[in-house]
């Protein structure tokens, strides 16, 4: 969550009509009584002070205030907003972490840093932490929830960039990298975005993914170790609708694994603020249908 504070240019005239008051009264050593005007009933009820009202000048020499202080000239003023902009970005450039429990007992815990804002370069780690059981009962649930066996811990390393693209041919470029030592698992990829508006209320999005998966087996007695690795390729187009915060995905991927095109369409439908609900279809490499419909709701502070 974000708080900014300001004087901002709405509250100007508050501090020049201050500035002019206090002024007078220093320069001043006679207060010019006003001239009397004819009595007002109707003025007179309005006017009189209540007698529990506070005194807001109680124990304040008028005479006496530093005036100066709200001279503040724009060099000064965006002096201030830039500060407060740095201090800004160090505490965003901060490590940032998060954790969630799982049903068999393990906690999810992410942990991500920003390395520098040019590319928006960040680093980061996706590890699931298992606890020793303490008592029996507390071992068998965790056998029971995790399928018989004891949840092991693990995790994964990863770097991301996102750099500007190539002029009018596409946006975005982004560029991902992920390590799972105990899975001895490595992925690279790259994907190239381009936005184009169709009208006031119509975009379409256009992306092109491109990945490498690698997989490593441990080298036994008697038995060597292989490397296999697998190319992946993906296309999809998104269009959105603004006034009904609606978007439909067609897209279609390739692997050297699959050795087909297996296509996917989805739409998702916003309710309404942070709540959106999406559904999918679509075709997997043994020929079957995959389906799904989800529900989810985000926030950010």
């Known amino acids: ?149 004891v949840p092991q811990s693990s995790g994964s390393a990863w770097a991301a960039a996102t750099a500007p693209g190539a002029g009018s041919i596409w946006d975005k470029t982004a560029v991902e990298a992920r390590v799972d030592p105990g899975a001895e698992q490595s992925k690279i990829g790259a994907s190239l975005t381009k936005s184009v508006p169709l009208s006031n209320d119509y975009s379409l999005t256009l992306q092109n993914g491109y990945s490498v998966n690698q997989q490593g087996t441990t080298a036994l007695p008697g038995v060597g170790g292989h490397i296999t690795r697998n190319y992946e390729t993906d296309q999809s187009a998104k269009v959105t609708i603004t006034d009904t915060g609606t978007s439909i995905t067609a897209g279609q991927t390739l692997s050297t694994t699959d050795d087909k095109w297996l296509r996917k369409f989805g739409a998702e439908q916003k309710l309404f603020d942070n709540v959106t609900v999406s559904g999918s279809v679509g075709e997997t490499s043994q020929g079957a249908i995959n389906k799904s419909l989800s529900a989810g709701f985000k926030k950010s502070w």
């Open 1 to 149: 969550m974000e708080f900014s504070t300001g004087f901002g240019w709405t509250r100007l005239p508050l501090l020049a009509a201050a500035f002019i008051f206090g002024s007078v009264l220093t320069a001043s050593a006679q207060i010019i009584p006003p001239i009397a005007a004819a009595p007002d009933e109707d003025a007179d009820a309005a006017e009189t002070a209540d007698v529990n009202d506070p005194d807001v000048l109680k124990g304040i020499e008028v005479d006496k205030l530093d005036w100066g202080q709200l001279a503040i000239d724009a060099g000064t003023l965006n002096e201030i907003i830039a500060a407060k902009k740095r201090a800004q970005a160090a505490a965003n450039s901060g490590m940032n972490w998060s954790s969630n429990a799982n049903a068999n007992g393990s906690s999810a815990v992410k942990v991500k840093q920003s390395v520098f804002s040019f590319w928006d370069t960040r680093i980061g780690a996706d590890m699931t932490v298992t606890s020793e059981p303490r008592t029996m009962s507390e071992l068998l649930a965790q056998k029971a929830s995790n399928g018989g066996s």
